[in-house]
Each structure stands twice: as C-alpha cells, then as structure tokens.
T-cell receptor, first 112, second 114 residues
Framework: QKEVEQDPGPLSVPEGAIVSLNCTYS??????FMWYRQYSRKGPELLMY????GNKEDGRFTAQVDKSSKYISLFIRDSQPSDSATYLC????????????FGSGTRLLVRP | EADIYQTPRYLVIGTGKKITLECSQT?????MYWYQQDPGMELHLIHY???????EKGDLSSESTVSRIRTEHFPLTLESARPSHTSQYLC?????????????FGAGSRLTVL
C-alpha cells in the first residue's frame, strides 16, 4: 500500500467551478503538507504549504489538513482555464531527513 | 521564477551511450535532490545531497550516479543508457536553514533512450 494515495483523475470542470482535490495518507508521523502544481513539460511549483492540522487560505486556494482522518484537501474557487495542470500533494515528517513523499498527482482540466 | 536550471531539457540517445544531466541552482541552497517521474506516477527520489562532497542514494534504485563538488552544481550521470532509463528527471533544492521543508524544482530533463 502506498503511503500517500491520490486520485489520478482527470478531473474536468467548467470555468468558475469550485474544485476539490484530495489525498489520503497512512503515516501518522507526517507533519508538513504541501500542494504542488505542475504544468505540462514543467517542473512542480509550490502552491500551498501547511504545518500540522488546520486551514490555510491564499487567494482562490484553500488547503485543509485533517490529521485525525489522515486526509488533506486543496480547494480552488472560481477555477480558471489557467488552473489546468497536474496537482501533486506531498508530505513529510519531522525527522532530520525531512523526506518528502509525493502523491501520484491529479490532472485537472478547466473548460472555458 | 525558479532559480534552478536543468540541461538538456530533452535528450534522445541510443542504447549504451553515456549521458550527463546538468543541474545548477543560484540560490545557495545546501540540499539538492534528483527525482524520477513517469507519467501518472509519483515522484521517486533517486539521489540526494546535503552539501558539498555529500551524496546518498534515494528510495528508488537507480543505475545513475551523482556528484556534488560545488554547492550550486549537482549533475547526474548514466554510464550506459538503456531504454528502461527513459523517464523525466527532476532536480530540486532546499535551504535547510529556512526551516521550511519546501523544495524548488527545475523544469526537468526528459530522457528517451532508443
């Protein structure tokens, strides 16, 4: 079983829709949670970063962490065609290596 | 814009050739990483470095080798490429002094071995 599970999609939504992307994980030691966005033929870029549980908002993006359920989410409000990309969740514990474990990514397509 | 550069971006070569994928960062980050990414699959760590003259193998077994002679430079070498090495290779770096466990990625090198 993978440490981090992420639905690969693709997820197709109309412009303006609210998008919900999710990951589940099995390692209760994870404390750092990230969302990366990866456009086609590009490297991943950091979108959101949270520590431990709770919510974090940045413009149209909201990241949620529920450690009791081992579940993290990324919400995108008023989705735009430019949001079309693959979204990767990533997480790590607090040991000295801070090794990141990535999900396999969800492909999102926002239709104009 | 990320200050981490990978070359070549695309490479098509024949079996048995030696190749080196270059990675350079201008941010002064101490930690650097190489990930392998196949379509629809998670990123797999193949090598990492915590500083000059420090290199370690990652979770995914790889026939490639790396070196870290300078802080800013972390090249990956395949002595004899095979079709099974066809993949995207992503270089990343992190500043451990910042306390944030956040990686900055390069744009990737897409390798095709015929």
């Amino acid at each position: 079983q993978k440490e981090v599970e992420q639905d690969p999609g693709p997820l197709s939504v109309p412009e303006g829709a609210i998008v919900s992307l999710n990951c589940t994980y099995s390692n209760s030691a994870f404390q750092y949670f990230m969302w990366y966005r990866q456009y086609s033929r590009k490297g991943p870029e950091l979108l959101m970063y949270t520590y431990s549980s709770g919510n974090k908002e940045d413009g149209r993006f909201t990241a949620q962490v529920d450690k009791s359920s081992k579940y993290i989410s990324l919400f995108i409000r008023d989705s735009q065609p430019s949001d079309s990309a693959t979204y990767l969740c990533a997480m790590s514990g607090m040991d000295s290596s801070y090794k990141l474990i990535f999900g396999s990514g969800t492909r999102l397509l926002v239709r104009p | 814009e990320a200050d981490i550069y990978q070359t070549p971006r695309y490479l098509v070569i024949g079996t048995g050739k030696k190749i080196t994928l270059e990675c350079s960062q201008t941010m002064g980050h101490d930690k650097m990483y190489w990930y392998q990414q196949d379509p629809g699959m998670e990123l797999h760590l193949i090598h990492y470095s915590y500083g000059v003259n420090s290199t370690e193998k990652g979770d995914l077994s790889s026939e490639s080798t790396v070196s870290r002679i300078r802080t800013e430079h972390f090249p990956l070498t395949l002595e004899s490429a095979r079709p099974s090495h066809t993949s995207q290779y992503l270089c990343a770096s992190r500043d451990s002094a910042s306390g944030a466990n956040v990686l900055t990625f390069g744009a990737g090198s897409r390798l095709t071995v015929l």
